[in-house]
Each structure stands twice: as structure tokens, then as C-alpha cells.
């Protein structure tokens, strides 16, 4: 058997094992598998020591020191009893076999020709007439399984040399869900039944994926988010989506919330750094490092966003993650409907629900919010060509993290006076209200007085700023800071400047 078809057995089995359910409730083995066997595939085995499992995979420290802290042997130790356990049961029949001596770290795949009759954790071979029943109980989901892998031809969960592609297996369920004009939402981890969010989008249960593990950590807060439930389980390890995609143009959010590294967070140590990946679609990375610590701190929802997203000359929108440090993790998938080499308007309200203008533009809920209060508004504002948007106000110290790809951007402030004023309840007027307006960390107006801009109170300032460009993490950022009395907002409106 020549190297190359070696290779992709040892691929195939990796990813068999990671998909088989073994480490469901170990999630920490699958991390310390996943890397060694990224190592081994990517010809640096050399490097594959009990410091670098600490640092790489386990987020320990630059000063762990292995004399005090034995955790990867204990894990490694745990790993190949579940290993043992698996090809004693579900993985008997398998051709290759992961085995990890003892008193190393390198992993070694073995033919079953190759391989004594397996043994049970005590040393004894089991009676065959056990192994058989241990096997029946996983006979129909594991042919199942690799009934679908055959058809499609589509095995193994791949690995690359370093900077390149890890290239998913086949998707668990292969039958197109959307048409042109529909949009497809994937929760990692949610079993069965779907989920509607808070603007009444829909998110199917996880699916098109091969490979990793499911980490659900419940009740457990997530910042910058109202939709908690998107970021309360999450697939991680080694793994890919296969989704089959109609023909056409979509943007995809990729949803990202760090529970484990970072203060505060389940691990207990750790922070920036401590986990990194890239994310490649159909074989090209879209980016090539992707810390989200780094990016927006632990517990803190963070969205990935890319435009002109289509599938594969297959049909299949093959998405993928390169470990860099630790291994890779996705909360959600979301793809819509886009045009080509723009991104579409991003329009909120805020109020509790969307609203469609007499143009047919729709303008979503109050999202991407940081800070302050929403409170509902009369319509009757002056001035304004659609009265309606100011129907609601955001205020307080405020502040809008919106996730875009790289470009230029047009952002639009509708504003108006309401309280503050001659006649309002709060009294005042001029000079009663002041703040400032940043994008990202650049002033684009100071000490804004509403009132006197607009020329009184219930009637509309619309103030528009254009060329902004997202940060180096992909965010537009936009503060509102007060001088004097709390800044407020009844709409924004963010348009791609592309083209």
C-alpha cells in the first residue's frame, strides 16, 4: 500500500474515532488526541512532548513545570484506556488502529493484520461471546454512519501539512434544506428539534458535520449577546461542516464564544493565546488566525463575518478549521442570501420588534448593543421622511460592535430630541444634552447637541459618516459617550460602500 493511501486511512480512523461518541462526556481527551495526531500528520511529531501537550493543548502556562503537575499523564494515561475500551467494542472491526505506547506521546497506526487479538484492560482477551453483545448495542448507528461515508466518497476527516485545509467528512444529513432566497442556521451541539431566537430566526439542530465533540456548559453567561442559547453549547476538536448549498451568493456568520480559556472562565487560566485557529472554506483559508480571547475577551460572543460565500463545485460548502494552539471550537453557523461583493445593509431599530419601511426595507430589532436602555417613543417627530423608525430609543452610555469583513462603510445616527427640551418632561433645551460619537476609537463628532441641530424637541437629526473602516478584529465599533446628559439613538443604519 503506497504512503498516500496510508495516510488517508490514518486520517479516515482519526476521524471515525472522534465521531464515534467515546469522548462525549471527556472532552478534554479528544483536545489531547486531536493534537497529537495534528502533530504526527503534519510531520512534527518531534515536538509531540509532555511540555508542549501542557502548553498547546491544555493552555498551561510558558512556566509548567511536569515534576508538579502530572495532568498530561494522567490524561494520556486515560486516553488509552478509552482507546482500549473503543477497539475492544465498536472499533473491533476496524483496519487501522490508534495506539499510543506506553511511556511516549507519539501516536502509531496499526493495521488490524498487524495487531494481536485485542485485550481487555486487565490484559486478559475478552470472551467472544461479551465482545459480540458490547459490539451489537453500537451495530446500527456505526453502519449506518459508514453506509452514508461510502455513498458520498467521502471518508476521513483530513489533515494537511501545516497552513493548509483540514477537509471534513461527509455531512450527516446530505439533502438540501434551502432554496434561492432562504437562509440556513446551524447550532453546534443542539441534538434534535430546533431553536427560534429572540427575532424569530429558526436554527436547526447540528448537522452536515464529521468529526469533534459536543461541550454544553448551560446556564452560563454570555456578554455582548442577547441570544445566550446560541453560545451555551459549542462542537470542538477536529471537525468540519459539509453543507449542501444551493447555487448563489450568501455572507456566513460564524459565532464564537470563549468558555474555557480566560478569567473567570471553566478552565481557570489561560487568556489570549491560548487557543487559536484558522477557518478555510472549500480549501482556501479565510482566515488565517482567529484567537477569540484575543479579539473580545472570555465569556463575550464573538461573530466572524464573510461576504461572497458560495458552495463548492460539488454542491457542498465545505468548511474547515486549521489548529494552531489547542483546537478548534464553532458555537453556531449562519448563512443568508447575499450579492456579490457587497455586504448587505445592516438597518435596527430600537424597538422590540423588526419594522419594514414603505420601500420594503426591513430593519431589524435593537442588536449589537452594548450599554443602556431601551424605552418606546411616539412617532411624532417631525422632519423625519419615515416617522416610524423613531418610534423607540436606545440611551445611555452606549456603545454597537458590528461584525464586517473588510471594506469601507457609510454608518447613519437617526436621532431626535424627546425629552430634554422647553416643553419635554425633562426641561432644559440647548445645550442640555451633549456627547460624543466614535468609530473605533476615532472621533466622528463631539459634544452633539440634538436639540439645536435639529432645531427643537420631536423633530429628527439624521447625521451620516462615511469611509469608516472595521478594526483589525473585524468590528465596527461605535461609542456614544456622554458630556452632559446620556446619549440616544432611535435607529442605525450601516451600508457596504463596495462597488
Request: aromatic letters at 10%; proline letters at 6%.
Amino acid at each position: 500500500m503506497s504512503v498516500a493511501e496510508n495516510y488517508h486511512l490514518e486520517r479516515e480512523e482519526l476521524a471515525r474515532v472522534l465521531a464515534s461518541g467515546i469522548f462525549e462526556r471527556s472532552p478534554s481527551l479528544a483536545q489531547v488526541l486531536t493534537y497529537i495526531c495534528a502533530k504526527y500528520f503534519e510531520g512534527t511529531a518531534d515536538g509531540i512532548k509532555e511540555y508542549n501537550i501542557a502548553v498547546d493543548a491544555f493552555g498551561r502556562p510558558p512556566d509548567f513545570d511536569q515534576k508538579k503537575d502530572s495532568i498530561v499523564r494522567v490524561q494520556v494515561h486515560r486516553l488509552r484506556e478509552r482507546l482500549a475500551e473503543y477497539y475492544e467494542t465498536r472499533g473491533a472491526s476496524d483496519e487501522v488502529q490508534i495506539v499510543i505506547p506506553q511511556g511516549r506521546y507519539v501516536p502509531t497506526f496499526v493495521r488490524r493484520s498487524e495487531t494481536p487479538a485485542p485485550k481487555n484492560l486487565s490484559g486478559e482477551a475478552p470472551e467472544a461471546s461479551a465482545l459480540t453483545g458490547r459490539a451489537r448495542k453500537y451495530w446500527w448507528p456505526a453502519s449506518v454512519a459508514a453506509a452514508v461515508l461510502i455513498l458520498l466518497g467521502v471518508f476521513a476527516l483530513g489533515f494537511t501539512r501545516r497552513g493548509e485545509a483540514l477537509v471534513s467528512a461527509a455531512p450527516v444529513d446530505v439533502r438540501p434544506v434551502t432554496t434561492t432566497g432562504e437562509s440556513i442556521r446551524v447550532l453546534a451541539g443542539l441534538e434534535n428539534g430546533t431553536f427560534t431566537d429572540g427575532f424569530g430566526r429558526t436554527w436547526m439542530s447540528d448537522r452536515y458535520f464529521a468529526g469533534g465533540s459536543v461541550v454544553k456548559i448551560g446556564d452560563y453567561f454570555i456578554l455582548g449577546t442577547r441570544e445566550q442559547r446560541l453560545y451555551q453549547s459549542r462542537r470542538q476538536g477536529m471537525f468540519g461542516y459539509d453543507i449542501p448549498l444551493k447555487p448563489g451568493v450568501y455572507e456566513m456568520r460564524l459565532h464564537f464564544a470563549e468558555t474555557h480559556f480566560g478569567e473567570m472562565n471553566l478552565a481557570g487560566f489561560g487568556g489570549e493565546g491560548s487557543r487559536a485557529f484558522g477557518i478555510v472554506v472549500n480549501g482556501k483559508t479565510v482566515m488565517s488566525r482567529l484567537d477569540v480571547v484575543g479579539e473580545v475577551g472570555p465569556r463575550t460572543a464573538d461573530i466572524k463575518v464573510f461576504r461572497d460565500i458560495s458552495s463548492d463545485s460539488d454542491g457542498i460548502l465545505h468548511l474547515s478549521f486549521t489548529p494552531i494552539v489547542s483546537v478548534p471550537f464553532l458555537n453556531a453557523i449562519e448563512l443568508t442570501p447575499g450579492v456579490a461583493g457587497k455586504l448587505l445593509p445592516i438597518r435596527i431599530v430600537t424597538q422590540e420588534r423588526a419594522y419594514t419601511d414603505e420601500q420594503g426595507r426591513v430593519w431589524e430589532p435593537d442588536r449589537y448593543a452594548i450599554g443602556g436602555q431601551v424605552v418606546k417613543r411616539t412617532a411624532n417627530v417631525s422632519g423625519a421622511a419615515d416617522p416610524q423608525l423613531f418610534a423607540g430609543e436606545r440611551f445611555g452610555n452606549l456603545k454597537y460592535m458590528f461584525p464586517v469583513p473588510p471594506g469601507k462603510y457609510t454608518v447613519t445616527f437617526y436621532m431626535a430630541e424627546r425629552w430634554l427640551g422647553p416643553n419635554s418632561p425633562g426641561g432644559g433645551g440647548a445645550g442640555s444634552r451633549l456627547f460624543d460619537i466614535f468609530c473605533n476609537g476615532a472621533a466622528l463628532v463631539r459634544d452633539i447637541d440634538v436639540f439645536k441641530r435639529a432645531g427643537g424637541t420631536d423633530r429628527s437629526l439624521v447625521q451620516t459618516f462615511s469611509g469608516l473602516e472595521p478594526n483589525h478584529q473585524g468590528k465596527l465599533e461605535i461609542a456614544m459617550v456622554p458630556h452632559k446628559n446620556f446619549p440616544m439613538l432611535s435607529a442605525l443604519e450601516v451600508i457596504d460602500q463596495s462597488r
